[in-house]
């Protein structure tokens, strides 16, 4: 594939956040979206030049070069497969699945069809984060690590705020620490009509302590990172994103959802097997499930 070839993308999934990725298509370079699909997507409406399924199988023989997931997080397992399966490159949204047995069973399916497979864990897309990531010392440099991703609401039928919030921090945790010798601890704050889940843990020699839910008074979305040298911070809610010792890190000031999609379309381009994504996801899903057992 041509390094400056148009990728055409498939979208599933019009609920809310599935919408947002028809700006980020557009403002994506090289990117296309020509087709969505959704059982109520005929009821929204859409640019003339994208074509609207009910059927999301209808999107796996249109000769796209890659399909969005952005349904809810039961379905991704099943509409995944059926996508690696035809041969398709897949960008599925946060969490991956809803168990670990099934990350581990895509991970392992795109691993034996050598394709692509990422995750859509936007902080780790968004520029002023990547400024800060690149900035990182060794692992062994690395002692603590705090973070807080949370907001009024949402309120969920599909998703528990564990598994809608839990699976940033803990994506970017995990992406300066270690997967190995995590120790944790972990609790429930019932906030009005939702959550905050406290976790603290040893990750690896990197104390880790992180707060994330559906139940605070206001957006939050930051993380701080201690070294042995440095302190360095990351937080979307503030102009000045990414600092260093407080004084600003350059980064570029392309949405972090757009990254995301130009990352995927880039990969797309490059071809070959992309699964880091798949493997920190099977990660975050089995560190949920342990959450899961600590706050019941």
Request: proline share 4%.
């Amino acid at each position: 594939m041509q390094a400056n070839e148009q990728i055409r993308l498939g979208l599933v999934g019009t609920g809310a956040w599935g919408l947002k990725y028809l700006p980020a298509t557009e403002e994506a370079t090289g990117v296309v979206l020509t087709h969505v699909a959704s059982p109520n997507a005929r009821q929204k409406t859409f640019p003339a030049s994208v074509e609207v399924h009910e059927d999301w199988r209808d999107l796996l023989n249109l000769g796209l070069d890659g399909l969005i997931v952005a349904t809810p997080p039961d379905t991704h397992a099943g509409i995944t497969r059926a996508a690696l399966e035809a041969g398709l490159a897949v960008l599925v949204e946060k969490p991956v699945t809803s168990n670990a047995d099934d990350a581990r069973a895509l991970l392992d399916m795109a691993r034996s069809k050598k394709a692509i497979l990422q995750v859509g864990h936007i902080d780790l897309q968004n520029p002023a984060l990547v400024a800060v990531l690149d900035q990182l010392p060794q692992h062994q440099d690395i002692k603590q690590v705090a973070g807080g991703w949370s907001n009024a609401g949402p309120w969920r039928d599909d998703a528990e705020p564990l598994w809608d919030w839990g699976p940033h921090p803990l994506a970017c945790a995990l992406r300066v620490t270690d997967f190995d010798n995590t120790q944790m601890t972990a609790s429930i704050e019932e906030v009005g009509q939702g959550r905050l889940y406290h976790m603290q843990g040893d990750f690896g020699g990197v104390d880790v302590d992180l707060t994330f839910g559906n139940g605070s008074t206001k957006r939050q979305r930051w993380m701080e990172i201690s070294t042995v040298d440095h302190v360095f911070r990351y937080d979307d809610d503030v102009d000045d994103k990414a600092k260093c010792d407080d004084k600003s890190l350059d980064y570029a000031k392309t949405p972090a959802l757009t990254a995301q999609v130009e990352r995927f379309a880039d990969s797309i381009r490059q071809g070959g097997q992309d699964t880091l994504d798949a493997e920190l996801a099977l990660e975050v899903i089995k560190l949920l499930e342990r959450i899961e057992k600590l706050t019941i």
